[in-house]
Each structure stands twice: as C-alpha cells, then as structure tokens.
C-alpha cells in the first residue's frame, strides 16, 4: 500500500488536514519567502476576459476574484517572476536608446551587453543542471536542440544503429528520434521504445529500463529518456542509467524538460553525455522562451589536430589550423568569438556547449531567463529540493485523507521521493475527470488534464505553499465528492476551460 511521506504519515488526521497546520508548515520554512519573487495571479485574472490583470474596483464580478489562484501548473508553464517586467523593461530601453550598441557596451547600470549574455548567464545555468559553466548554453528550443545533438550524437553504423526511447515519450521526442532515423535512410524498426510491464501503471523500474537496454546493447547507438516523465511524474536514475549505457558502448542523452529547476542534478559528476531542457516550465522563463543544452566536457574539446590526421572529426578546411572536434551541425555563434566577425568562413569552434551555437540568440529571450536565474540564485537546488520534498509528500498525503471512504482517484506517480520530482499524478475514476476539472478550474484551481483520467498537480517549491496545497484539497475533495454523486453533471454540461488540455500539454 502506498505510503505518504513518515513525517507526514505521523501526524493526527485532525491536525494535518487543518488550515493552521498548513500556515505553519509555512511559516517555519525559511524559503516561503521566494512566493513574494513572483506575480500570483487572481481568480479575477482568470475570469477575466480582457487581456492583462483584473482592474481591483468595485466593478469585481465576483466576491473571490482578488484572492490568489492555485496555480498548480509550473510543470506546464512556470508563473512569471516580479522581476522580469523590470529586467525586460531594461532590454527595451537600451534597445530603444542605444540601438545596436546594446550589442557591445557595457551601459551603467544596464544588463550585460547583448553579445555576451550567453556568457553571462553560464554560471547560474550550470549551478541549477550540475555542470561546468563551459558544458551549457542557453540556445534555441528544446526540440530543436534535440535534433542538433542527435546530429552530432546520433552516428549511426552498420553495427550500431538504433535510439531507445521511451513507449510513452513526449510526442515530440518520439518524433525527434524517428525523424532523425529517417533522416539516415534507416527502417522505423530501428527506433525500439521501453513500455512499463504492467498496463495499470506506467512505473519503469530500473531494473526493467536496464534489461531493455541491455537486449538491444550490441545494435543500439542511442538511448534518449526524460529526466523526469511528463505524464507519470517519475524521475528516472540518471547516473544509473548512464552508466549501464556508457558500460555497454551506447551513448546516452537526456530531456530535462520537466527536471530542470525541480530536482537537483548533476550532469557532470554523472558522466551525462549531453541533455537539453526547456526554460517556461520549473525554470520560469516565460512561454517558448529559448532552451538550455548540456554537453559534457569530454565532448566539447577543441584540440589541434596531429599532423597527418583528424580522424572522425571536423578539420577547419583552408585554415592553417588543423583543429579537431566532435562533428555537428554548425553556425556562427558557435564559432569563436575573437574571430566571429572577421567573417573569413574559418569555422573555429568554441570549446564546450557554446560550440554548438548556431544563431545570435534572442536577447529578449535571454533577458528573461536572467530575470528567472536571479531568484533562483536567491536559494540553491538542494535547499529548493529539501522544501519540495515537504511539499509534495504533504500534498500526497492530503490525497491519500479522503474523508468519504475510499478515494475516488489514486496517485499514478511513485510513492517513493527519490523517483519522483514536484508533480504527482492523480488518475481519476473513469468518467469524473470532465466534471471534477470544471469544479475546480471554477474555483480558480489551475492543474493540468491528460485526457482521458490524470490530472497533474505540481506544487514549484519556488511559489507554491502549504496552504495552497490545503485549499487545492479542500477543492479537489469535494470536487470528487460532487462528480461521484453526479450532482455536478449540470454543471458540465456548461462547460468552458480556463486551460484546455491542448493548451495544458506543454
Ligand atoms: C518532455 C518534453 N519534451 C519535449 C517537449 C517539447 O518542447 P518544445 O516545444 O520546447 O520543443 C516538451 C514540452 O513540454 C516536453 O515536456
């Protein structure tokens, strides 16, 4: 039987189900304070039909719309950090009265100059993903990322030549590792997914992602897996796996969409050889904001080339400097930067993830993640994972205390802490999950729906509190309670989304 967190399980129902236990679990965690970081928005806000905030006069439509929302939904789309409006507004100023000189000056008071926000940024980026400063770089999206990895990663030979994924991989890296196939003209049975053993849970132990693994080992080139799975909410062993792959002669990447800004990695130390993640989910940066890509040091090496050879790598062809590095798909940003702009087609590649650059990156974008790395440079991961862990084993346990018998639901993500990040994952029974979203959404309840049972509730240790959890469950339970007795039938009927699940989905 599942078990909430020991802390939790220990104290009496009465006690940990009041709002004054909440409060407090609140007050005696130093980090609650990051809340104040962040613009909660409203239930107004929601309701509200015009673009922007819900104006705070008398011509409220309803009693509730100044309270906060329950945003549950940072795995999705992260809430917007205070001071990105100022950050943002800085980047427009020195746009509008600088123009292109914001690319190379360094303005009092200003943020760095456009051409060396990448590197500003690379220490902040590697504290959050575990890596040196030289292994990440703030560029593109996350799926376009994916595919200039597997350009370089995914070398295919006669021996070798198949990606492992996951059955239930996020569409697009599916789509990803099967284009990337095609695009060697090799047969689709060459992409071999691993699907959980039972059809009631979608739980992969290591054990079985291993042995998988390893029947495929002496044909497989790639195995690309989430750090943490979007749908079920586990968070795989990373090093672990690695190291089975990497012990068996199979290169190994990973999406750190939904594990970035939640659990502390440590992509270094655990010999990762490259991962990519998006920055709009736990990380805050705002929607399709630019994305984050790893790639260990032992790969991004740019070394003079001997004499007679620059096997399986790049040379710089008509330089007198014969340079060999691991092949990729090239741009100029990636090229060195003392040499960029003497535009002599000399492909110079900086060593480590910033080699692999293509585009001058959007400012904009890269403002904005600024903004996000500076509150999270506020706290550390372990501190944020520590306040997490609290978080979401109070939230599981308040799930598993339903007051009318046995719940009507139960929580698809694992029950141990250490696989699972912020999300769990509550599979309704069929039938319940229209009705139960549109109760709460109407109460200013924000989670995801995945069609055709789950609902993702993800409490970001950065924002959300204990007492959002306890009015999420006062909500929720009774939610459940209306949809079992079918009084909220009527309700339905009416129906209208505040977040519709295509929108819900990233
Ligand atoms: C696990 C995972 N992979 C890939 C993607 C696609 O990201 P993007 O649209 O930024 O390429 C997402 C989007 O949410 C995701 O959750």
Same mark, same amino acid.
């Given at each position: 039987?599942?078990?909430?967190?020991?802390?939790?399980?220990?104290?009496?129902?009465?006690?940990?189900?009041?709002?004054?236990?909440?409060?407090?679990?609140?007050?005696?965690?130093?980090?609650?304070?990051?809340?104040?970081?962040?613009?909660?928005?409203?239930?107004?806000?929601? +309701?509200?039909?015009?673009?922007?905030?819900? #104006?705070?006069?008398?011509? %409220?439509? &309803?009693?509730?719309?100044?309270?906060?929302?329950?945003?549950?939904?940072?795995?999705?789309?992260?809430?917007?950090?205070? +001071?990105?409006?100022?950050?943002?507004? +800085?980047?427009?100023?020195?746009?509008?009265?600088?123009?292109? /000189?914001?690319h190379f000056?360094?303005?009092?008071?200003?943020?760095?100059?456009?051409l060396? @926000?990448?590197?500003?940024?690379?220490?902040?980026?590697?504290?959050?993903?575990?890596?040196? *400063?030289?292994?990440?770089?703030? %560029?593109?999206?996350?799926?376009?990322?994916?595919?200039?990895?597997?350009?370089?990663?995914? &070398?295919?030979?006669?021996?070798?030549?198949?990606?492992?994924?996951?059955?239930?991989?996020?569409?697009?890296?599916?789509?990803?590792?099967?284009?990337?196939?095609?695009?060697?003209?090799?047969?689709?049975?060459?992409?071999?997914?691993?699907?959980?053993?039972?059809?009631?849970?979608?739980?992969?132990?290591?054990?079985? @992602?291993?042995?998988? @693994?390893?029947?495929?080992?002496?044909?497989?080139?790639?195995?690309?897996? =989430?750090?943490?799975?979007?749908?079920? $909410?586990?968070?795989?062993?990373?090093?672990?796996?690695?190291?089975?792959?990497?012990?068996?002669?199979?290169?190994?990447?990973?999406?750190?969409?939904?594990?970035?800004?939640?659990? *502390?990695?440590?992509?270094?130390?655990?010999?990762?050889?490259?991962?990519?993640?998006?920055?709009?989910?736990?990380?805050?940066?705002? =929607?399709?904001?630019?994305?984050?890509?790893?790639?260990? #040091?032992?790969?991004?090496?740019?070394?003079?080339?001997?004499?007679?050879?620059?096997?399986?790598?790049?040379?710089?062809?008509?330089?007198?400097?014969?340079?060999?590095?691991?092949?990729?798909?090239?741009?100029w940003w990636?090229s060195d930067k003392s040499s960029r702009f003497r535009m002599d087609?000399?492909?110079?590649?900086?060593? $480590?993830?910033?080699?692999?650059?293509?585009?001058n990156?959007?400012?904009?974008?890269?403002?904005?993640? %600024?903004?996000?790395?500076?509150?999270?440079?506020?706290?550390?991961?372990?501190?944020?994972?520590? &306040?997490?862990?609290?978080?979401?084993?109070?939230? #599981?346990?308040?799930?598993?205390?339903?007051?009318?018998?046995? *719940? =009507?639901?139960?929580?698809?993500?694992?029950?141990?802490?250490?696989?699972?990040?912020?999300?769990?994952?509550?599979?309704?029974?069929?039938?319940?999950?229209?009705?139960?979203?549109?109760?709460?959404?109407?109460?200013?309840?924000?989670?995801?729906?995945?069609?055709?049972?789950?609902?993702?509730?993800?409490?970001?240790?950065?924002?959300?509190?204990?007492?959002?959890?306890?009015?999420?469950?006062?909500? /929720?339970?009774?939610?459940? +309670?209306?949809?079992?007795?079918?009084?909220?039938? #009527?309700?339905?009927?009416?129906?209208?989304?505040?977040? *519709?699940?295509?929108?819900?989905?990233?």
């Amino acid at each position: 039987m599942r078990k909430p967190h020991k802390s939790y399980l220990e104290i009496a129902e009465t006690e940990l189900c009041s709002e004054e236990f909440a409060k407090k679990e609140d007050e005696q965690d130093e980090l609650s304070k990051l809340r104040t970081e962040f613009v909660i928005l409203t239930k107004g806000d929601i +309701r509200n039909k015009k673009y922007g905030f819900q #104006e705070k006069d008398n011509t %409220m439509s &309803r009693e509730d719309d100044g309270e906060e929302s329950i945003y549950f939904c940072g795995n999705s789309l992260g809430l917007q950090p205070r +001071r990105t409006k100022e950050y943002v507004n +800085r980047y427009l100023d020195t746009w509008a009265s600088k123009g292109v /000189f914001g690319h190379f000056t360094d303005y009092e008071g200003g943020l760095p100059p456009w051409l060396h @926000i990448d590197d500003a940024i690379k220490e902040q980026t590697a504290k959050i993903v575990g890596a040196l *400063p030289t292994e990440v770089v703030m %560029m593109e999206t996350l799926t376009a990322n994916l595919h200039l990895l597997m350009a370089s990663f995914y &070398r295919p030979t006669k021996d070798r030549w198949k990606i492992i994924i996951e059955g239930k991989a996020f569409p697009s890296d599916h789509y990803a590792a099967l284009s990337q196939i095609a695009h060697h003209n090799l047969d689709p049975s060459a992409l071999i997914t691993i699907d959980p053993p039972s059809a009631s849970s979608p739980y992969l132990s290591s054990e079985h @992602i291993l042995s998988i @693994i390893s029947h495929h080992a002496p044909t497989t080139a790639l195995v690309l897996l =989430p750090g943490i799975q979007f749908y079920s $909410g586990q968070f795989f062993d990373v090093e672990l796996i690695t190291r089975h792959c990497q012990s068996l002669g199979i290169t190994v990447g990973w999406d750190l969409a939904h594990a970035a800004g939640n659990v *502390p990695l440590k992509l270094h130390n655990w010999n990762v050889d490259f991962a990519a993640w998006c920055n709009y989910k736990y990380m805050n940066g705002g =929607p399709g904001v630019i994305g984050g890509l790893f790639v260990h #040091e032992r790969h991004g090496k740019v070394e003079q080339a001997s004499a007679n050879h620059v096997d399986g790598a790049n040379g710089a062809a008509g330089n007198d400097r014969q340079l060999t590095y691991r092949p990729r798909l090239s741009g100029w940003w990636g090229s060195d930067k003392s040499s960029r702009f003497r535009m002599d087609n000399q492909f110079v590649p900086i060593a $480590g993830a910033s080699g692999f650059q293509l585009s001058n990156p959007s400012a904009l974008d890269m403002t904005s993640i %600024m903004a996000s790395l500076d509150v999270f440079a506020l706290t550390n991961m372990d501190a944020l994972r520590q &306040r997490s862990l609290r978080l979401t084993a109070y939230l #599981e346990a308040r799930l598993l205390k339903y007051a009318d018998g046995k *719940p =009507p639901y139960k929580i698809i993500t694992p029950a141990n802490p250490v696989e699972r990040g912020a999300q769990l994952s509550v599979l309704l029974n069929p039938g319940l999950l229209d009705q139960v979203q549109h109760y709460i959404e109407e109460r200013g309840v924000v989670v995801d729906e995945r069609k055709p049972d789950v609902l993702r509730v993800a409490p970001a240790p950065l924002y959300n509190s204990f007492h959002d959890i306890h009015r999420f469950i006062t909500v /929720f339970h009774e939610a459940c +309670r209306r949809a079992v007795k079918g009084a909220g039938a #009527e309700e339905a009927g009416t129906h209208s989304s505040a977040v *519709p699940a295509e929108i819900a989905t990233v």
